[in-house]
């Protein structure tokens, strides 16, 4: 019977072949081809935003697909930089923001370093791997939300960066059995609560990342599997659209504030009673 772990397992033990295939598709191959043929032509944020491949291109390297047509937002965060901690990029609530304002850096490093031949590397590796995820949510969300938080965890700096990105969140809640109900709580006692069931030492560790993940797919398969007769209600959102005060609220609002919690244990395999106002101090 294939399972959500079986399949993230049997990609992430042949990565490169997937990706290779991926790359090898025609309609991959063709974007990837016309990105590095015509980014080395763009001279200003205005050639950027107004060539729709190229910007669609950029865009899905970096999670952000459904923003195509925002336009006028992806103008701001780009004329905005990332050099200052009040610019547009740093202060969104989703982190991709600032990942692809600093790929494109037009105010700090200036046009041509977007076409450096490391940087067309890096996004068209980027863009391969966005493609493959997407694919392989075709058929199960689970395997695209496990490549995804595999591959865009280790990058979050801050605890706020696992709330906004509706997508690491939902693979938080999984992993910790977390209920989505909706609440009130303060945002930085959210942020704290996350911070110590997911210290972001672990997501820079290979070891304890590849621990999540997997922890995640069995209990995806424990909770959506086709012995569960339940549909999973995960959903991979391309452009992380709730704001962490949304997004928190949804996943950990009445946690905090409540007398606890019942969470998988990752040492014993049991369950383990958690106060979270406790952690929440």
Known sequence: MTTTTSTYLSITQNLARYQAMTAADPSVKTASAYYAANIGKVA?????????????YALEAHGLGDQ?????????????????????????SDPRWKA????????GKGAASIAASDA??????????????????ASDVGVQLALYFQRVA???TSTYGLLGDS???QVVQTIFSLPPETGSSN?????????????????????????????????????????????SSLNVASNGASPIESAASTILGGIVSSNGASLASSQSGGTTSFNFQLLAK
């Open 44 to 56: 200003s944020i205005a050639d950027f935003v107004g060539n729709y491949r190229l910007l669609s």
């Open 68 to 92: 195509i047509n925002a336009t006028a937002l992806v103008t701001k965060v780009l004329e905005g930089g990332v050099s200052s901690s009040a610019s547009l990029a740093n202060t969104l």
């Open 100 to 107: 692809f304002a600093k790929a494109y850096d037009f105010v």
């Open 120 to 137: 067309v590397t890096t996004t068209t590796g980027d863009y391969v791997e966005s493609q493959l995820e997407a694919n392989q949510g």
């Open 154 to 156: 280790p990058t979050i």
């Open 167 to 169: 997508n690491l969140l």
């Open 187 to 231: 945002v930085d006692n959210e942020a704290s609560a996350i911070g110590k069931l997911v210290p972001l030492a672990d997501l820079q560790d290979p070891d304890k990342l590849r621990m999540l993940t997997e922890r995640f797919t069995a209990m995806y398969d424990l909770t959506y599997g086709p012995s569960s007769g339940s549909s």
